[in-house]
């Protein structure tokens, strides 16, 4: 149980740009997804805390209009990286809460961008 | 915020055992411990609540002291399969509690044949 899966695995994409990376949780409902950004031998770094039917909550220096969030439903949520610039180079991970009270976080598999 | 695990990185031989040190600066009230392997996501090992809680499964095992605010992974007869990136990820107690995770720096754990 608790698979949570993310599309593309690996996306190359041009300067200027939009992607779009899918976050779902296969086997279970999660009200609350998370993105984080990791940068080479890097800790996780949370960019956005996704909410199913409200608006996304950002960390402090990520830009909102940059890094915009979907969840739609209760399994699916979207990250979507406009304007797309190859510093925004890195590997991407989502993670859906399964627990209300523990809070246990299950990741993707993560998406590797790069933007050349 | 940011925990601080210690030490930065180990290099075992097979069959010997770690200890991978979490701290916080601030009250916790939970600590998650993942692995992760080099250009994949992180895999959950396990969550612990309480104060003075103790988990384990197999041979990794982990405590939490509240008073002390940190946490300890546990790996013992060590394989090598436990070589990875281990990462504690906190969530803090009382008025700050939000649910999201704070995870450390990472521990870097090399086990040779």
């Known amino acids: 149980g608790a698979v949570v899966s993310q599309h593309p695995s690996r996306v190359i994409c041009k300067s200027g740009t939009s992607v779009k990376i899918e976050c779902r949780s296969l086997?279970?409902?999660?009200?609350?997804m998370f993105w984080y950004r990791q940068f080479p031998k890097k800790s996780l770094m949370l960019m956005a805390t996704?909410?199913?039917?409200?608006?996304?909550?950002?960390e402090q220096g990520v830009e909102k209009d940059k890094f915009l969030i979907n969840h739609a439903s209760l399994t699916l949520s979207t990250l979507t990286v406009t304007s797309a610039h190859p510093e925004d180079s890195s590997f991407y991970i989502c993670s859906a809460g399964a627990g209300l009270a523990t809070y246990e976080q299950y990741f993707g598999p993560g998406t590797r961008l790069t933007v050349t | 915020q940011q925990p601080v695990q210690s030490p930065q990185a180990v290099i075992l031989r097979e069959g010997e055992d770690a200890v991978i040190n979490c701290s916080s600066s601030k009250a916790l009230y939970s600590v998650h411990w993942y692995r992760q392997k080099h250009g994949e996501a992180p895999i959950f090992l396990m969550i612990?609540?309480?104060?003075?809680e103790q988990k384990g499964h197999d041979k990794i095992s982990a405590s939490f002291n509240e008073k002390k605010q940190q946490s300890s992974l546990y790996l013992t007869a060590s394989q090598l399969s436990y070589s990875g990136t281990y990462f504690c990820g906190i969530t803090l107690g009382g008025s700050s509690n939000t649910g999201k995770l704070i995870f450390g720096q990472g521990t870097t754990l090399q086990v040779k044949p």
């Open positions: 086997d279970f409902q999660a009200t609350t």
């Open positions: 612990l609540l309480k104060g003075g």
């Open positions: 996704s909410n199913e039917g409200s608006k996304a909550t950002y």
